[in-house]
């Protein structure tokens, strides 16, 4: 339902996300990077097992061809729990948390930012060390698989937020605030 009426508020405003966030975990080698990886480490155990060949130490050659698949499946495996993220908006009526495993499970949580609390545990030594959403005896984990500086900047941008949406959204901040 539309209105000529520029004073009357949109019923669907306070439903619309004023903060929202997608968490993934952070791989710091990427495809090209996992290529040279490879190449290099295949070369050597190749080239050391071509040695252990000519001094007739045979089956030490194979141990190196296994070292190479271990370290490809490693690598493999490291990659598809990269695939797993989460998703956090945050309205003036609702705090909705998506959570997408590795195998693409879904997991969604509704809260009430009114509610909903982050708890935020730190070490003195490594900072914000988990995080999650308490409401109502409901606790949804955040962000495990961010390191402590991502999760000491995520942390606060949340926290924000829902106190943003205590308030009544980013609109019903004064001028200037």
Not at 39 to 49: I, K, P, Y
Request: with cysteine; charged share 20%; aromatic share 10%.
């Amino acid at each position: 339902m539309t209105t000529d009426n520029p004073t009357t508020p949109d019923p669907s405003a306070a439903d619309t996300p004023f903060f929202s966030a997608r968490l993934t975990p952070y791989r710091s080698l990427g495809p090209r990077g996992f290529l040279v990886l490879m190449l290099v480490v295949g070369a050597l155990c190749f080239v050391s097992g071509v040695m252990f060949l000519v001094i007739g130490a045979w089956p030490v050659f194979w141990f190196f061809g296994l070292d190479v698949l271990l370290v490809y499946v490693a690598f493999r495996i490291n990659y598809d729990a990269a695939r797993a993220f989460e998703e956090v908006h945050v309205s003036v009526t609702d705090v909705h948390v998506v959570r997408v495993s590795p195998k693409g499970r879904t997991e969604e949580h509704h809260l009430n930012p009114l509610w909903a609390r982050l708890q935020v545990t730190r070490l003195e030594d490594e900072g914000v060390v988990a995080m999650e959403l308490v409401s109502h005896g409901k606790a949804v984990g955040l962000g495990d698989f961010l390191n402590p500086p991502d999760r000491e900047t995520f942390a606060e941008a949340l926290s924000k937020a829902l106190a943003t949406a205590r308030r009544g959204g980013p609109d019903a901040l004064p001028a200037g605030a």
